[in-house]
Nanobody
């Protein structure tokens, strides 16, 4: 069992930046891929970014490519989603997830989930 902890909600103005952490306290999650998803009100949960267990491969949704960067610090059991040039349409609850079941993009295959953190981007 891997517990993922996402502190915050966060509020930022359009054009600003945020770095979301995802911690697995007391557990080693270095053997798992890590994914980030988001869900806006009335919409399905969507893939944002993912990183392989080693950090050697990263994947991004087209909507965030070039603006978001996914990374991980396996020594400290923490993953990160760095977000730049935020837009109001990035407003959503953001979730980190681990153990991707062989497909980085499908939320239904991830085994472990954080509780989610609200990100609000205002004009």
């Amino acid at each position: 069992q891997v517990q993922l902890v996402e502190p915050g909600g966060w509020s930022v103005q359009a054009g600003g930046s945020l770095r979301l952490p995802c911690a697995a306290p007391g557990r080693t999650f270095s053997s798992y891929a890590l994914g980030w998803f988001r869900q806006a009100p009335g919409k399905a949960r969507e893939f944002v970014a993912a990183i392989s267990w080693s950090g050697g491969r990263t994947y991004y949704a087209d909507s965030v490519k070039g603006r978001f960067t996914v990374s991980r610090d396996n020594a400290n059991n923490t993953g990160y989603l760095q977000m730049f040039s935020l837009k109001p349409e990035d407003t959503a609850v953001y979730y980190c997830a681990a153990d991707h079941g062989g497909n980085y993009y499908r939320p239904d295959l991830y085994k472990y989930w954080g509780q989610g953190t609200q990100v609000t981007v205002s004009l």
